[in-house]
C-alpha cells in the first residue's frame, strides 16, 4: 500500500513539473496585426524582348545588351499585416519604387540605336566624350504577399511569395555628358514614349525578424521581383526586375 501511494505521490509530482515546465516553456502569444514601413536599396535591370521577332530587332537588342547595364534604385512604403497564426500571415500595403536601367557611351560608337543618333543632337557645341543615360521608371506598387515564419524565440526565420500591381507614375531619361575639356552637362527630360501604365510583379523573399520588445520587430528579406508584363508595345520591348535587401520595421497593434 505504502509502495502504491509512493507511486502516485511521484505521478503527481511529475504531473505538476510538466505543467510548470510547460509554462515556463510556452512561446509567447503571436502579435496578430502590425503596421510597418520598409526602405530597400535595389539592384535594377531589364530583359529585351523581340516583338516582332525581326532580324534587325535581334541586331538592335545585341547592341543594347552591350551598352547598357543594371542601375541602383529603390522601394519605399507602408505596410500592414495579419497574421492568422503564428506561422502564417497575409501583408498589403502602398510602396513608391524607382526601377528602369543604364546606359554608357563612349563616342565615337557605333550608332544602332535610334536613341544614340538622338543624343549627338541633344547637346550643342562639341560631341561629348562620354554619355550616361539613366532610365527611371517611377511606379506606385501595391503588393500583396503570404508570409511563412518559424521559430519560437526572438530571432525568427520568414519567407514570403506574393504578387505587386505597378502603377506608372513617371518614366524619365537623365543624361550625364561629359566633355574633353573637364564640363558636365545634365539633362533630364520625360520619356516621350508609350509606356503601359501597368504591371504585375511576382515577388519572393526570405529572411530573419527580429523581436526587438513587445511592440516592435526588425525585418531584414533578400527581395526579388519581376515585371510579367512588356513595358512598351514596340518592336523591342523590356521587362524589368529587381533584387534588393528589404528592411521593414514592424510596430505591433495587437
Not at 502602398?94 to 544614340?116: A, H, W
Not at 531584414?220 to 508595345?233: H, M, N, Q, S, V
Given at each position: ?177 561629359e566633355y574633353e575639356n573637364g564640363d558636365i552637362e545634365r539633362n533630364t527630360q520625360d520619356l516621350q514614349d508609350d509606356y503601359k501604365m501597368l504591371n504585375i510583379s511576382p515577388t519572393i523573399s526570405a529572411g530573419v525578424d527580429y523581436r526587438i520588445n ?41
Amino acid at each position: 500500500m505504502k509502495q502504491v501511494s509512493l507511486f502516485a505521490a511521484m505521478i503527481t509530482s511529475c504531473a505538476v513539473f510538466a505543467q510548470d515546465t510547460t509554462k515556463t516553456k510556452a512561446p509567447a502569444a503571436f502579435k496578430r496585426l502590425l503596421t510597418g514601413a520598409n526602405i530597400s536599396a535595389d539592384y535594377c535591370y531589364r530583359i529585351l524582348g523581340n516583338n516582332d521577332g525581326s532580324s534587325s530587332s535581334a541586331m538592335i537588342m545585341d547592341t543594347r545588351n552591350s551598352f547598357e547595364r543594371p542601375k541602383l534604385g529603390y522601394t519605399g512604403g507602408v505596410n500592414l499585416c495579419y497574421n492568422f497564426s503564428g506561422h502564417f500571415g497575409i501583408e498589403t500595403g502602398v510602396q513608391y519604387s524607382n526601377k528602369g536601367y543604364r546606359s554608357y557611351f563612349d563616342f565615337p560608337d557605333t550608332i544602332t540605336d535610334p536613341r544614340l543618333i538622338l543624343m549627338y543632337t541633344a547637346y550643342a557645341g562639341p560631341t561629348p566624350a562620354k554619355v550616361t543615360v539613366t532610365y527611371n521608371h517611377v511606379y506606385l506598387d501595391v503588393p500583396v504577399r503570404i508570409i511563412f515564419s518559424c521559430g519560437e524565440k526572438n530571432i525568427r526565420f520568414v519567407s514570403s511569395i506574393g504578387a505587386t500591381t505597378n502603377i506608372l507614375l513617371q518614366a524619365t531619361q537623365k543624361s550625364v555628358a561629359e566633355y574633353e575639356n573637364g564640363d558636365i552637362e545634365r539633362n533630364t527630360q520625360d520619356l516621350q514614349d508609350d509606356y503601359k501604365m501597368l504591371n504585375i510583379s511576382p515577388t519572393i523573399s526570405a529572411g530573419v525578424d527580429y523581436r526587438i520588445n513587445d511592440k516592435i520587430n526588425l525585418r531584414a528579406e533578400p527581395t526579388f521581383r519581376y515585371g510579367l508584363l512588356k513595358i512598351i508595345d514596340t518592336p523591342i520591348t523590356g521587362y524589368l526586375w529587381n533584387a534588393g535587401l528589404n528592411i521593414t520595421c514592424y510596430y505591433v497593434i495587437r
